[in-house]
Structure formats: structure tokens, C-alpha cells
T-cell receptor, first 111, second 115 residues
Framework: GQNIDQPTEMTATEGAIVQINCTYQTSGFNGLFWYQQHAGEAPTFLSYNVLDGLEEKGRFSSFLSRSKGYSYLLLKELQMKDSASYLCAVRGSSNTGKLIFGQGTTLQVKP | EAEVAQSPRYKITEKSQAVAFWCDPISGHATLYWYRQILGQGPELLVQFQDESVVDDSQLPKDRFSAERLKGVDSTLKIQPAELGDSAMYLC?????????????FGPGTRLTVT
């Protein structure tokens, strides 16, 4: 079967650093995506990893280890507007490019 | 900046009624996706189109749901009859291709409430 696991909720303080983990078991692997979703809004693309290692984009970084089936999203210098749900999604071996989403991690940033 | 358009944004309907959602993808995007997102969960793919053809509808409840993309541009998702369990956010997304690093761009969604 296909399974993607993320913590349900996390809390962090404004200005701090937070790491959101994602583990996956899928039929094949053709890339991992992180999306941000504010309450009641559509998901927006944050990052894409297909090779092992760290991808940095401003305050956000994403890491992938394919051998461990593991990724994390690192958010630095947290701001109140970072309070949102963070979705991990894996593209498996399907030639349709289908994404399998995790349940999402709701991050609450406190002052 | 190009966006995926969806309408309506909100829909309240009684069970057993029919309901339809519309999506207009980003111009030039050949691939269109319909997802259902239940509160507190991640999006689940219902149907995927490549141009006007369905390439994945394995999770679409075909006894009550139907989807079409007749000219390979905009798309309609229909539910008939609606059931209480259909209450969810229905998201449309599009991408330039199905492969490589092309991310999917999501529309604002349609929040469906079935009473």
C-alpha cells in the first residue's frame, strides 16, 4: 500500500525554527512536494525534492533521503503568517504523475 | 499572474440533489486534476485529465460522480445524488505536464455542504 505520515499538529514560537517531518512508503518514487495551505484556502507550492539532499529557498528548506523514505520541511525565523497546514505529497511510479498527499501538519505560531 | 479559476466558491445543497462545480485551468496547462479534501485531511485525487482524456479516475465514485473536459480546457465535476458524506472542499488543480518538477497549481476550491 501507499502511506504518508506527518505529525498532526505542531506549535512553535515567533522567530524560532521548526522542522516538520514526513515519512513515506509508496509504489515507486518520482519526487516529493511540500505545500502550504492556510485555513479555507487552496494549497500553494513550497518545494520539490527528487534527489537526496537539502533544497533551500529563503526561509524555507526541504530535505530528502530516498533510502530512508524521509523528508523534512524546515522553517526559519518563524512569522505569525506561517501558521498554516503543511502538506507532504509524493509522486509515485504512476506514469500519470499522480500525487499522494499526507494528512497535513497544522502549525501554530505563537508570539 | 495566471490562476486556476473555480466556481462556485461555496455551495449548500440538500442530500439527493444534484450539484456541479466548474474549473478553468491555467491557459496552456494540459493536465487537470479534481481533488476532494475532507476537513483535517490531505487532498485525495478523484479524477485526472490529460487534455480531454481521463487518465486516472480510480478513486471517483462513479455511481454518483461524473467529470468531463470536453474541449480539453475547462472542466465540470458533477455529483448526483449528493450524500451527507460528500461535504468537503473540492479542489481543482492544473499543471503543464504530468512529469518532472512541474508542480500543480490549485484553484481556490468549492466548499460543499450537504444538509
Amino acid at each position: 500500500g501507499q502511506n504518508i505520515d506527518q505529525p498532526t499538529e505542531m506549535t512553535a514560537t515567533e522567530g524560532a525554527i521548526v522542522q516538520i517531518n514526513c515519512t513515506y512508503q509508496t509504489s515507486g518514487f518520482n519526487g516529493l512536494f511540500w505545500y502550504q495551505q492556510h485555513a479555507g484556502e487552496a494549497p500553494t507550492f513550497l518545494s520539490y525534492n527528487v534527489l537526496d539532499g537539502l533544497e533551500e529557498k529563503g526561509r524555507f528548506s526541504s530535505f530528502l533521503s530516498r533510502s530512508k523514505g524521509y523528508s523534512y520541511l524546515l522553517l526559519k525565523e518563524l512569522q505569525m503568517k506561517d501558521s498554516a497546514s503543511y502538506l507532504c505529497a509524493v509522486r509515485g511510479s504512476s506514469n500519470t504523475g499522480k500525487l499522494i498527499f499526507g494528512q497535513g501538519t497544522t502549525l501554530q505560531v505563537k508570539p | 499572474e495566471a490562476e486556476v479559476a473555480q466556481s462556485p466558491r461555496y455551495k449548500i445543497t440538500e442530500k439527493s440533489q444534484a450539484v456541479a462545480f466548474w474549473c478553468d485551468p491555467i491557459s496552456g496547462h494540459a493536465t487537470l486534476y479534481w481533488y476532494r479534501q475532507i476537513l483535517g485531511q490531505g487532498p485525495e485525487l478523484l479524477v485526472q485529465f490529460q487534455d480531454e482524456s481521463v487518465v486516472d479516475d480510480s478513486q471517483l465514485p462513479k455511481d454518483r460522480f461524473s467529470a468531463e473536459r470536453l474541449k480539453g480546457v475547462d472542466s465540470t465535476l458533477k455529483i448526483q445524488p449528493a450524500e451527507l458524506g460528500d461535504s468537503a472542499m473540492y479542489l481543482c488543480a492544473s499543471s503543464a505536464t504530468t512529469t518532472s518538477a512541474y508542480e500543480q497549481y490549485f484553484g481556490p476550491g468549492t466548499r460543499l455542504t450537504v444538509t
